[in-house]
């Protein structure tokens, strides 16, 4: 597709599940973000990629959390033992190259996560 | 605490008139400042963006201004169509330490356009 693509757009699960995230970015982009919008807010910064590697890892919440992205193109972002505050929109982003000054990012739709 | 703070909610104009939608930020180390469009069910899209070298930045109907002293953005639009009734996002990245692709989000102003 034209641009970023996240699946599923609903995931309802039950407290204490585990859940994957996927993010198909524009191809040929290198970088690649997750960000997490709770209700009310504005999106917050979780992980960024350069290629395979995490570049920053630094908003991932806690140890429950982890996004990988193996070939350098899809990535996932893994959630363990979900707990009702996991709820939000979880959005991917895409560019060609690092960072948001030089290159336009594109965000996908996201995908509502809620935990019951 | 929040270092990119959007103080308006909501905001309502009529077409054909001005929308002004304001940002302030706290953190002195932000140099790079955007502006993102957000229909619902959908992801941000980019709008505009300034430097903090400038302190203004037009394109088309949308003008960024930048008030470093003040710490103090602001989004204007005109004329306001009802297209662009969305949520719109200001958000901020620092360039010191690499870190341009961690942008801070403020948590958004809802601007209606009524015709």
């Known amino acids: 597709g034209a641009g970023v693509s996240q699946t599923p757009s609903n995931k309802v699960t039950e407290k204490g599940k585990y859940v994957e995230l996927r993010c198909d970015p524009i191809?040929?982009?290198?970088?690649l973000y997750w960000y997490r919008q709770s209700l009310g807010q504005g999106p917050e910064f979780l992980i960024y990629f350069q290629g395979t590697g995490a570049a920053d890892d630094s908003g991932l919440p806690n140890d429950r959390f982890f996004a990988v992205r193996p070939e350098g193109s899809v990535s996932t972002l893994k959630i363990q033992r979900t707990e009702r505050g996991d709820s939000a929109v979880y959005l991917c982003?895409?560019?060609?190259?690092?960072?948001?000054?030089?290159?336009?990012?594109?965000f996908g739709q996201g995908t509502r996560l809620t935990v019951v | 605490d929040q270092q990119v703070k959007q103080n308006s909610p909501s905001l309502s104009v009529q077409e054909g008139r001005i929308s002004i939608l304001n940002c302030d930020y706290t953190?002195?180390?932000?140099?790079?400042f955007l502006w993102y469009k957000k229909y619902p069910a959908e992801g941000p899209t980019f709008l505009i963006s300034?430097?903090?070298?400038?302190d203004k930045n037009e394109d088309g109907r949308f003008t960024v201004f930048l008030n470093k002293s003040a710490k103090h953005l602001s989004l204007h639009i005109v004329p306001s169509q009802p297209g662009d009734s969305a949520v719109y996002f200001c958000a901020a990245s620092a360039e010191s330490g690499g870190s341009n692709y961690k942008l801070t989000f403020g948590k958004g102003t809802l601007l209606t356009v009524n015709p």
């Open positions: 300034i430097s903090s070298i400038k």
């Open positions: 191809s040929g982009h290198t970088a």
């Open positions: 953190n002195s180390m932000f140099d790079y």
């Open positions: 982003a895409s560019s060609l190259d690092g960072g948001f000054r030089y290159t336009e990012a594109f």
